[in-house]
C-alpha cells in the first residue's frame, strides 16, 4: 500500500466499525461518550503504530548500469524487514501498485511522483497486514523476511524498451526492475529459501499474477514456491456505453512499454495476433503452472469506476453518485453491477481457478480495492468473513495447505461484515 493522507488516516479510525464498542449509547452522558470516543482513538493510533511497523529504503543503485531505472532514470528501491527465528529462510515479495500509463503525457505526469522516481518515494513505510510483523495478526508469515518493491515503471513490472527518446527522457523499464531486484533479493539470501511467495495490489497483483511463474523458475527447485494477487483480477469486459475502454487502454500500455515479449509466453503464443491480451489474468491465468491465490471483490470499486462507468463512457455524469457509494446506485445500476459480478465469477471460472486443487480463492461482496495490505481488512475485529473465515486465515489454510479455499460469497448487499463504505482510498491503485 502507499502511505495515506492525515485525513484519510484520521477517517478510517474514526470509522465507527474501526473500534469494538461505539460512541453513540444513549445512557452514556455527552462528556462520557467524548471521553471514550477519545480514548478509542488514541488506543486505535498506538495499535496501528505498533502494526504498521517503519521500514527503510533500500535504493538499487547498481541496477542502474543495467538500465532497470525508474520512468525518470532513478534507481528502484524496495523495503525490506528481515525475518527470524524458524521465518528466516522464508520470504515474501510484495509489489506496489499505483495504475499504468499509457502514453508520454501520463508517464511524464506520473515520473513527476513516487509512482515515477524513486528520488520522491518516502524513506520509511509502515508494513502491516500480509507484511506485519506482529504474531497475534499475521501468525503464519510475520516472521518472514518481508519486501515491498515499489512500482515506479507504470507497466506492472512489464516494459523493456532499449532506447530513450531525448525528448522526454522516459525510460519503459519495468521488467527489467523486476529483474534487478529479485536478483539482488537472491544474492542476499532468498537463493536459500524454503519457502517464498510473490504477492502485489492492484498494479502490483496484476504483476504477481504475470510474473508468477517466472518467479517460480528463479527460485531452486526444492522451494515452495506460491504467488497471491489481491484486486489484481481484472477483467475484459465493456464499459456501459458498450466500449471497450480496458482493452484500448492496457493495448496503449503495452506498445508503449514494450511489454508484450515480457507477458507470459504460456499466455501469448495461443492469442494469435493480441498478444496484449494476455494482461487480461483470464487469459493468463490459464496455463500457469505455479500455485496462486487470489483476493478480490466481486465488486472491486477500481474496477466499478474505471472498467464498467469509466468517465469517458459517462459523459452525464449518470453514475457519478453510484460509484461513490453502491447504496446511492438506482434499481438499473445496481442490476449492471449485478451483471458486471457475474463477468467477473464467469471470468475466474473460465481461467480455471475453481477446478485447480493448487489454486486458491477469497471473492467478497464488499465493495473495496486491495484488502491485503491493511491490518482492518487481512485480520482484525472489522475484517470481512466469507464462510466464517477472514482473509488471513484463507490465505494461511491455503499457502500450508490445511485445507482447500474456495471462498465466494453471496451477492451484494448480502455480507454484513463488509466496510460500510468504499475501502479504495489511500490504498493502491
Request: aromatic fraction near 10%; glycine fraction near 8%; charge should be positive.
Amino acid at each position: 500500500m502507499r502511505p495515506k493522507a492525515i485525513n484519510e488516516i484520521s477517517a478510517e479510525l474514526l470509522h465507527p466499525q474501526s473500534f469494538s464498542f461505539h460512541c453513540s449509547g444513549r445512557m452514556m452522558s455527552a462528556a462520557l461518550r467524548q471521553w471514550l470516543c477519545l480514548l478509542a482513538c488514541v488506543l486505535t493510533i498506538i495499535s496501528l503504530k505498533a502494526e504498521g511497523a517503519s521500514v527503510g529504503i533500500t535504493f538499487l543503485q547498481d541496477a542502474v548500469a543495467k538500465g532497470a531505472v525508474c520512468l525518470d532514470g532513478s534507481p528502484p528501491a524496495y523495503h525490506f524487514d528481515q525475518g527470524s527465528g524458524t521465518g528466516v529462510n522464508n520470504w515474501i515479495v510484495h509489489m506496489e501498485g499505483g495504475g499504468w500509463c499509457e502514453d508520454v503525457a501520463t508517464c511524464l505526469t506520473r515520473k513527476k511522483t513516487d509512482l515515477g522516481s524513486s528520488n520522491l518515494m518516502v524513506k520509511q513505510f509502515g508494513f502491516s497486514g500480509l507484511l506485519s510483523s506482529q504474531q497475534k495478526s499475521n501468525p503464519d508469515f510475520y516472521n518472514w523476511n518481508r519486501i515491498k518493491v515499489r512500482y515506479c515503471d507504470g507497466s506492472s513490472f512489464t516494459g523493456d524498451v532499449e532506447a530513450v527518446n531525448p525528448a522526454d527522457n522516459l525510460f519503459f523499464r519495468g521488467n527489467r526492475i523486476f529483474e534487478a531486484i529479485i536478483a539482488d533479493l537472491l544474492a542476499k539470501g532468498m537463493k536459500n529459501a524454503n519457502n517464498a511467495i510473490l504477492s502485489g495490489c492492484s498494479a502490483g497483483g496484476l504483476a504477481s499474477i504475470l510474473h508468477c511463474d517466472r518467479f517460480r523458475a528463479l527460485l531452486p527447485s526444492t522451494t515452495k514456491v506460491k504467488c497471491i494477487s489481491d484486486a489484481g483480477f481484472f477483467i475484459h469486459a465493456k464499459d456501459v456505453s458498450g466500449g471497450q475502454q480496458i482493452e484500448n487502454f492496457y493495448s496503449q500500455v503495452a506498445k508503449l512499454h514494450g511489454s508484450v515479449k515480457n507477458l507470459p509466453a504460456s499466455c501469448t503464443s495461443r492469442m494469435g495476433t493480441r498478444p496484449e491480451l494476455c494482461f487480461f489474468p483470464q487469459y493468463a491465468v490459464q496455463t500457469m503452472q505455479t500455485p496462486i491465490f487470489f483476493v478480490n471483490s466481486a465488486y472491486d470499486s477500481w474496477q466499478i469506476k474505471n472498467i464498467l462507468a469509466p468517465s469517458a463512457a459517462d459523459k452525464g455524469k449518470a453514475w457519478k453518485n453510484c460509484k461513490l457509494d453502491l447504496k446511492k446506485c438506482t434499481p438499473e445500476q445496481l442490476k449492471v453491477i449485478q451483471d458486471f459480478r457475474d463477468q467477473f465469477l464467469l471470468a475466474i471460472n473460465n481461467a480455471g481457478v475453481q477446478n485447480s486443487s493448487s489454486m486458491g480463492m477469497f471473492i467478497d461482496s464488499c465493495y473495496a480495492h486491495c484488502q491485503i495490505g491493511k491490518q482492518i481488512t487481512w485480520s482484525s475485529d472489522s475484517s470481512p468473513v466469507v464462510g466464517n473465515t477472514k482473509i488471513a486465515k484463507a490465505v494461511g489454510d491455503w499457502y500450508y495447505e490445511r485445507s482447500a479455499v474456495k471462498k465466494l460469497d453471496c451477492s451484494y448487499p448480502c455480507n454484513p461484515t463488509c466496510p460500510a463504505v468504499d475501502s479504495e482510498s489511500g490504498l493502491d491503485v
